[in-house]
């Protein structure tokens, strides 16, 4: 049974894992020790018997608002009734040791009777731990073992086990704080150490405020003067809280198998961490003055890609990890009947040629912005480079990972073309050895190639792949990525027809999946990355106000505390997708950073000025 939407989550974390809390109290998904593992403290959303935290009034009927504390990440859920009012907190802290989930039953008002329920299910569901009560310290707590996997649950309240849960019925009055606190540590080492809740919460509100401080200090000292500034902020937190600490890899999206297409098989693993994602992720960090996280970014990225170039792929695991087998969890449901429900990701294995464009031209903008330079990423572009050169003709699955037949699709040469001008761009400014002469050979073949195969006359548009009738929202990003001028006719056609054919009211979808062989059953939403680069591409053809008007619309799509998913149904207005989506939060900071900053990420890709004037479609 599916209760909520998934706009209805919000997003806890400590840098290492994240969980999702709904507006009702629960906690519906986690996965330990970090976000891409299968101890899984619950299956699905919405699947309470495969693991549910339960905090809430017993009285169905009272009123329930939420916001984050400040710039934080620390989530803060108000239950209001005729009898009294309580705030329950939320968070995780980054202490780094373990992972703990603090919650906070705050009383604000008169007295309210609540009720905790505990569902253990590790292994997506599966695994129904052994549940003890032990002495811990001058109390005692619940330790929860199955297999590899412990949780401890610490809390003042009486714990009773019922129908293999454990459950607890208290009151709070106003002025109470009753603290509980799940610690996960693995099963053969010493219990994980006991925290101190309230403490906790001021590490954490003031690890997140120092840290989101950075943002605000950029925007007061005018690098960035925006009335958006509180979502730019809210997306840059939410970019961190999916970082992986310890490898600085960022993670897709906190969950699996979230539909494109409620009842639909467009259900996707995305714990992961994408190459294409690298160049926006990093102007993204970089302009909002995070150079330390861009850079350990930057090194994730070079050490996914080491080794033979050959082996490159698309997406690693958050360590960078290589073997992501997919698989089909048959005994779930899926999130509102959609399944399969997936467990990694096939698309590992694809070629995507957009990838070594998307690599070359982060560690081309890294130079650019002056992160230290790393001795060994020269010596690995080369080599990438050489591999590039051996097999950029081949048709390929393209940036949206088709499950069909591959195709020479425009985008992907065109990323082609991006590796090669980075390449010799790199060389040229920055006095690397290379075979420059050789790079740009084949740099300027791929161009016409591109114009020549990848345009049709007819529609005055670029199209989806060579010879295809059908467009694609990716090349939006052309003028972005500095393939073409934005005044280049070319590109104003294409933007029109993209307008013309992938708008659905008011946002844009990838491509048209009834019309595309994409190897699934066509439906899913609008695409919200897709519909922020068309934002970026009226900036660049100087069509200020349809970007604002643009840009403000999809603002308006976010939950009530600021989050994202990867897509947007327009007829049921309602987000789909996995939550939160990065891409989606890189877009709108990126777009944010379009309009407002001096430095634009559009023109710190492409080299080229936005249009002055309007330009038209």
């Known amino acids: 049974m599916t209760r909520l939407r998934i706009e209805d989550y919000a997003l806890i974390g ?51 608002r939420r916001q984050y504390r400040g710039d934080t990440l620390i989530l803060e859920t108000r239950f209001e009734s005729g009898t009294g009012a309580v705030t329950l907190i939320d968070f995780m802290p980054p202490r780094g040791k373990a992972s703990d989930i603090v919650r906070l039953v705050k009383g604000e008002r008169g007295t309210m009777a609540m009720r905790m329920e505990l569902l253990l299910r590790f292994g997506y569901g599966t695994a129904v731990p052994w549940v003890t009560r032990v002495k811990d310290g001058d109390g005692t707590a619940l330790r929860a073992i199955a297999g590899a996997d412990l949780v401890m649950l610490r809390t003042p309240v009486r714990i009773e086990g019922v129908d293999l849960k454990s459950v607890a019925d208290f009151t709070v009055s106003a002025g109470e704080t009753v603290p509980f606190v799940l610690t996960y540590g693995y099963s053969h080492l010493p219990e994980p150490e006991a925290i101190d809740a309230l403490a906790a919460l001021d590490d954490t509100e003031g690890f997140w405020a120092e840290w989101a401080g950075t943002s605000r200090r950029a925007a007061e000292q005018g690098r960035f003067a925006t009335p958006w500034a509180d979502a730019v902020t809210r997306s840059l937190v939410t970019l961190k809280a999916l970082t992986y600490a310890p490898t600085g890899g960022i993670a897709a999206a906190a969950t699996t198998s979230l539909p494109e297409y409620l009842g639909g098989q467009r259900n996707w693993d995305y714990r992961f961490c994408w190459l294409r994602d690298a160049t926006l992720t990093l102007l993204a960090l970089m302009n909002g003055g995070y150079f330390g996280e861009a850079e350990a970014w930057r090194d994730w990225l070079l050490r996914a890609a080491a080794g033979s170039p050959a082996q490159m792929q698309t ?3 958050i360590a960078g990890e290589r073997r992501m087998t997919e698989w089909e969890v048959g005994w779930l449901n899926g999130y509102g009947g959609s399944r399969p429900v997936r467990i990694g990701n096939a698309a590992h294995g694809q070629l995507q040629l957009d990838i070594y464009g998307e690599l070359m031209d982060a560690l081309y903008q890294a130079r650019v912005n002056g992160l230290p330079e790393n001795d060994a990423a020269w010596m690995l572009q080369i080599e990438i480079m050489e591999h590039l050169e051996a097999i950029w003709g081949q048709p390929d699955n393209g940036i949206w990972e088709v499950r069909g037949e591959p195709q020479h699709f425009t985008y992907s040469k065109a990323m082609c073309w991006v590796a090669f001008d980075r390449a010799v761009r790199s060389a040229e400014e920055f006095h690397m050895d290379g075979p420059v002469e050789r790079w740009r050979a084949l740099r300027d073949r791929i161009h ?23 467009l694609d929202a990716s090349l939006l990003l052309l003028p972005a990525v500095g393939f073409l001028p934005p005044d280049d006719p070319r590109i104003a056609g294409t933007v029109a027809a993209i307008e013309k054919d992938l ?76 939550i939160p989506q990065a891409f989606s939060h890189i877009a709108l900071v990126n777009t944010a950073h379009n309009l407002r900053h001096v430095r634009k990420p559009v023109e710190q890709r492409s080299g080229a000025k936005a249009a002055a004037k309007p330009t038209s479609a």
């Open 14 to 64: 400590d840098c290492q894992t994240a969980a999702l809390v709904g507006r009702d109290g629960s906690i519906d998904w986690l996965c330990w020790p970090r976000f891409d593992s299968d101890a899984c403290f619950a299956a699905l959303l919405g699947e309470e018997d495969n693991g549910r935290w339960l905090i809430a009034p017993t009285d169905g009927t009272a009123s329930t």
């Open 315 to 317: 997406l690693y695991s």
């Open 448 to 470: 016409r190639e591109v114009c020549a195969n990848g345009f049709d006359e007819k529609r005055g548009s670029f199209v989806q792949a060579y010879g295809s009738p059908h």
């Open 503 to 578: 708008f659905r009211d008011g946002f844009v979808l990838r491509y048209d999946t009834e019309k595309s062989a994409d190897g699934l059953p066509p439906g899913e939403g609008a695409f919200l990355a897709c519909s922020f680069w068309l934002a970026d591409a009226y900036v660049m053809l100087g069509r200020i106000e349809e970007a604002e008007a643009l840009f403000e619309r999809l603002l308006k799509l976010c939950n009530d505390v600021g989050l994202l998913s990867e897509e947007w149904d327009p007829h049921l207005r309602r987000q789909l997708g996995n």
